[in-house]
């Protein structure tokens, strides 16, 4: 019978997927990927994993063993993960009748046809992705969210298995193999419950998925919430999880990052403002959406002493997703509050009062107290906002911005990226050369 179908499709261990998609010397290495200025483990393939490395690991605990455990560091390469994802994003929205995006490596997207025919575009679509991207994903097919989701971690849990090749569907699968997993499997692997709620499952008897499954909704819902009450439903196959334009977008939009050193000169401040505003003002416009306010923060070390940490808010007298105007509020805000000669540690710019583009409305005067904040949309600076956004469209999203925004060449204070791999798909300087 021709029904519709869920698929959640996800990429496996994305980060460390992306490094090797272009240095195939990292194949069958133990690869892990560092956090913000190298600190701490984010990622791990299954050869790191093996050696019982797991995230959170500070780096410097695992440094003085890489060599000999021929482990390999990569720091967070986050334009080239950011582009692998985009990506993928387009290949995959290919083969569904809709999208949504979940996050920077799955997505669900729907599928038509029996349940051998959605099977086979699952199969599809992992292959086209390895294909053309060089990417492993794994596809769980379903008639919920839920369930999907389930159906990804069989798939990915279990790579060995030639009947399932990383793809696996709830509805071609038999009904008694399905019960069997649901009933080996602990409650907190279904998606949604966490460590608490599952230890509370636990304590009532219910341990295992098929369990909570069976569990009544009314009753679950009295005990715990609503939210979980959806989730027994939607394992019972029940959709109840809402689409992608049932759900609020974003609230914020927020840029933040801590230095290599700290900032202590108004003027590095400025250079860190001048790239930060900017870094939010392009996810704003990714978005389709403008903002009404900017919240700057500056922040010291909770080692170095009495918090000096400062943060000013400005609205902007209209919506805008303007760089030029967020850049100079945001740089004026923080020259209000900044004290020269503070040890800066980490600084973030946020934008709120978010809304679509282009239903921006003009507010009260009195806002342009804070000086270059007027975030005026008029005059000359629109059109340079569009010489801009052409360049970027053409030559990248790092060739050309205000300040420091457009230079290549590093602060001091921005962050280390000692391990960091090219940026092999949004840099012309850095594009990976073939020879034949």
């Excluded at 490094?19 to 190298?38: H, K, M, Q, T, Y």
């Excluded at 387009?90 to 959605?118: H, K, M, N």
């Excluded at 107290?369 to 970027?392: A, K, N, Q, Y």
């Excluded at 030559?395 to 990226?417: A, D, H, K, V």
Aim: include cysteine; hydrophobic fraction near 40%; charge should be neutral.
């Amino acid at each position: 019978m021709v029904t519709d179908h869920l698929a959640l499709v996800d990429v496996n261990n994305f980060y460390v997927a992306c490094e090797r998609a272009f240095d195939p010397r990292l194949e069958n290495r133990p690869v892990v990927v560092l956090s913000n200025n190298d600190g701490c483990v984010v990622a791990r393939s299954p050869e790191a994993k093996a050696l019982g490395l797991t995230t959170g690991m500070p780096w410097f605990q695992i440094a003085p063993q890489a060599a000999a455990w021929g482990l390999v560091a990569r720091s967070s390469n986050y334009e080239l993960y950011g582009d692998m994802s985009a990506r993928v994003m387009e290949l995959l929205g290919r083969w569904g009748t809709w999208q949504q995006v979940y996050s920077i490596d799955e997505c669900f997207i729907g599928l038509t046809g029996t349940p051998q025919q959605a099977l086979q575009s699952g199969r599809e679509a992992r292959a086209a992705v390895a294909r053309h991207l060089g990417l492993p994903v794994c596809v769980g097919i379903a008639s919920t969210k839920t369930l999907a989701k389930f159906a990804n971690h069989v798939a990915k849990n279990n790579p060995d298995d030639t009947r399932i090749g990383g793809v696996f569907s709830m509805e071609a699968a038999r009904p008694a193999f399905v019960d069997r997993l649901m009933e080996r499997l602990p409650v907190t692997e279904v998606w949604g419950v966490g460590r608490k709620s599952g230890e509370k499952l636990e304590r009532l008897g219910i341990r295992s998925i098929a369990e909570l499954r069976s569990a009544d909704p009314a009753w679950i819902r009295s005990r715990f919430s609503v939210v979980l009450e959806r989730t027994v439903l939607e394992l019972s196959g029940v959709p109840c999880v809402p689409d992608v334009d049932e759900q609020a977008g974003p609230a914020q939009v927020i840029f933040s990052r801590s230095f290599s050193r700290p900032v202590t000169t108004g003027a590095d401040m400025d250079d860190v403002m001048n790239l930060y505003a900017q870094r939010a003002a392009a996810r704003l416009a990714v978005q389709g959406q403008q903002a009404r306010t900017v919240l700057v923060t500056a922040g010291t070390s909770r080692f170095s002493g009495p918090d000096g940490s400062v943060s000013r808010s400005v609205a902007l007298p209209r919506a805008t997703a303007d760089p030029i105007a967020i850049t100079r509020a945001a740089v004026g805000a923080m020259r209000s509050v900044l004290r020269e000669g503070v040890p800066y540690t980490r600084a973030g710019v946020m934008l709120s009062g978010l809304g679509p583009a282009g239903t921006g409305q003009e507010m009260l005067t009195g806002f342009e107290d804070i000086e270059g904040s007027d975030g005026s949309d008029g005059g000359p600076d629109r059109h340079l906002e569009d010489v801009l956004e052409r360049v970027r469209g053409r030559f990248g999203g790092n060739s050309i911005g205000l300040g420091r925004g457009g230079l290549t060449e590093q602060g001091t204070w921005t962050m280390r990226r000692e391990f960091a791999s090219p940026q092999y798909t949004t840099r012309f300087s850095e594009l990976p050369v073939v020879r034949a």
